[in-house]
């Protein structure tokens, strides 16, 4: 649905993209993840047509970025954390007037169940509902003529608990229900966790990573030793190892590669004076911070 090929895109002096590669594969939901800065929404908006690329190829439903024009945006619902709703309009006039922008492709059955499924109030103007209200009423507004393609930048942003829940489980059920392709940046992995299939992980500006959730949870693992006496890590370590550190009686690491065949060994012949080794599965997000982690200390 998106192919992101070698994009590179400047702001002044700083590089905000530096070879962007990047694949969101049909019908599969694709976590965008990445620290603060690392050039998620300025690809995002790049993708969308929402600010011009220096190099490199974006191709939307077949088509380049930069051509993307009716036809196309009758099939991609956008909504971002910044998006400008009219405050003077309630949902029920909104709705009006996007209506006629999208022709035949609107369904007002489906519109009136979204309406519902969000409890989105019909007399209350779009200024004077809650953050969590708006969000609510711009994704609305992007599924209602049942995009093939659903791109959300930052949808959680600001959103208190039981919002941000109540909004991804109205999410989940449409994505299960349509099964849309779904594009998704997010500083809330444990959200993203629950209805990923695929994540890729950016970095200063390049994707470090990109594979479905299964398959990076498979080769994950936290590895933590103990020791009789105080360790110390050898001078070299591989390179799978990410973050290896010493804490008390301890050495603790996160392994990218793990192999239930082989690893054990290999850490008994690193660590002979270990007595105790535990090795468990992580979660999308320890995974993720494991990886910032790692990028921070090549990047200083």
């Known amino acids: 649905m998106i192919t992101i090929r070698d994009l590179h895109k400047r702001f002044g002096r700083h590089d905000a993209l530096r070879g962007v590669d990047l694949e ?7 976590a965008f993840l990445g620290p603060n800065g690392a050039g998620k929404t300025t690809t995002i908006k790049c ?5 011009d690329r220096d190099s490199g190829e974006v191709s939307v439903l077949g088509t380049d970025a930069r051509q993307l024009a009716r036809p196309q945006w009758q099939r991609i619902g956008y909504v ?38 969000f409890e989105l109030p019909l007399k209350t103007r779009l200024g004077s509902m809650s953050r969590g209200q708006r969000m609510k009423a711009a994704l609305l507004s992007a599924l209602a003529y049942r995009p093939q393609l659903v791109v959300l930048d930052e949808p959680f942003s600001g959103l208190d608990a039981l919002v941000r829940d109540e909004f991804l489980l109205g999410l989940l059920e449409l994505t299960e229900a349509e099964g ?51 360790p110390v890590l050898p001078p070299a370590v591989p390179e799978t190892w990410l973050n290896p550190q010493v804490a008390g009686r301890t050495i603790l690491f ?6 239930e065949s082989r690893s054990a060994t290999v850490l008994s012949h690193v660590f002979p004076a270990s007595r105790r080794l535990e090795v468990r599965r992580m979660t999308l997000r320890e995974i993720f911070v494991a990886l910032a982690r790692s990028y921070r200390t090549k990047n200083s």
Request: net charge negative; glycine share 4%.
């Open 80 to 117: 971002s954390e910044n998006r400008q709703l009219p405050g003077w309009m309630t949902v029920p006039k909104l709705m009006n007037y996007l209506r006629p922008m999208y022709g035949a492709h609107w369904d007002r059955d489906f519109e009136k169940k979204m309406t519902a499924l």
């Open 254 to 259: 996160s392994d990218s590669n793990y192999d």
């Open 180 to 230: 849309w392709t779904v594009w998704i940046s997010s500083h809330d992995i444990e959200e993203v966790d629950r209805f990923a299939d695929r994540v890729a992980i950016i970095d200063s500006g390049r994707v470090d990573l990109q594979e479905d959730v299964d398959t990076l949870r498979e080769r994950f693992r936290s590895v933590e030793l103990w020791f009789d006496s105080e």
């Open 47 to 51: 993708a969308m047509n929402l600010v």
């Open 24 to 30: 969101v594969p049909q019908g599969k939901v694709t």
